[in-house]
């Protein structure tokens, strides 16, 4: 039996001119040309913080989920500094968790609904599914946008609404990677999550560990921008960067005829975010002048998977002249960086 999705395939295969399609995903992320980032070259400046509340008062929580969030809370205030944790007094002080059948889509296992301030989870997910949406609570708030009648979901470093979207990939990398570092026992099965995971864990390296979750939690996308023109990247380059990790976070490991043969389009952005985090990463090394650059440079690239085999398909992830052409492009600019501070 053909599948939906290969059957969408077919449609869209005749067609021609249509190169992706992806069923079930956020309406603007349907197309290819979605990506193109039409409009979209600029972040908002970070939400200013309101404090509602002080502190979270798991009482109010559903019984049911009670002690996984007195845990989440011990855990959370433990790690991270109580005026980062605005976002999360002020929502789960006010939020409805509950297990729902019809609201959560087949293909996963919860979400969170910022404009509603609401969790839902499958009654088939695992404790660290919560941990997961309890994450994107933490960091998330709305902003009235001053130019449109639209409000502004700003979720860790995602900012979007109906019209627009920017951050989604790295947002949901940083998520998992937040997770497995403070509190799942288990990793996730997902392939993608665990992928773009990788790809925030070694952003974070190029950050901080520190500034980048506060960048997070308080939902900062703005200070994130800043962060990495300090690192020397253009500001399209860091928009290129959040794009390509929207991208690989819509397609990568997905199976279908499309995606099979759009492998070198898939494989052109997953090189370009490497090669941009050991940039990023190497001039900051060379900026601060580190007496052991070249070794903490070799334990990052380390780090990146060569070769990813997604069933019958390998991704080149990285090779050595991608490696090397970064290398290079930091130590030039780092050049250029040198003779405008010495002017
Ligand atoms: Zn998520």
Redesign the pocket.
């Known amino acids: 039996m053909l599948s939906a999705d290969i059957i969408v395939g077919i449609i869209f295969a005749a067609i021609g001119s249509v190169i992706y399609y992806v069923k079930k995903e956020k309406k603007k992320y349907k197309l290819i040309k979605d990506f193109d980032l039409d409009g979209v070259n600029e972040v908002i400046i970070a939400p200013r913080l309101e404090q509602k509340y002080k502190e979270a008062d798991a009482n109010k929580i559903n019984t049911l989920f009670r002690a996984h969030v007195k845990r989440f809370i011990k855990i959370l205030e433990e790690k991270i500094p109580k005026n980062f944790l605005q976002n999360f007094y002020n929502n789960i002080n006010e939020t409805d968790i509950a297990f729902s059948l019809e609201t959560v889509p087949k293909n996963l296992a919860g ?2 609904y910022a404009k509603g301030n609401v969790i839902r989870l499958s009654p088939l997910a695992l404790a660290s599914a919560l941990n ?2 309890l994450l ?1 609570l933490a960091s998330s708030c709305i902003m009235v946008d001053k130019n449109s009648p639209n409000h502004i979901e700003c979720v860790g470093f995602r900012q979007g609404n109906d019209t627009f979207e920017i951050g989604r990939g790295i947002n ?1 990398g940083y ?1 998992v990677h937040l997770d497995r570092k403070y509190f799942s026992l288990f990793k996730t099965e997902s392939r993608r999550y665990n992928f773009m995971a990788t790809i925030a864990e070694l952003m974070e390296i190029v950050i901080g560990d520190k500034k980048m979750e506060e960048l997070y939690f308080t939902s900062n996308l703005y200070g994130l921008h800043s962060e990495l023109l300090n690192k020397c990247a253009s500001s399209d380059e860091i928009f290129n960067f959040l794009n390509d990790c929207d991208f690989i976070y819509c397609f990568y490991g997905k199976d279908n005829i499309f995606i099979k043969s759009q492998k070198d389009e898939i494989e052109k952005r997953i090189q370009r975010i490497f090669k941009f985090l050991i940039r990023s990463y190497y001039f900051n090394l060379l900026l601060k002048d580190d007496k052991d650059k070249e070794n903490k440079l070799n334990n990052f690239i380390q780090k990146i998977p060569r070769r990813k085999i997604l069933g019958i398909r390998v991704y080149n992830v990285i090779n050595e002249e991608v490696i090397k052409e970064a290398i290079s492009e930091a130590k030039e600019r780092y050049s250029h960086a040198e003779i405008i501070s010495i002017r």
Do not use: D, L
Request: hydrophobic fraction near 15%; glycine fraction near 0%.
């Open positions: 979400f969170y997961h949406e994107h949901e998520t």
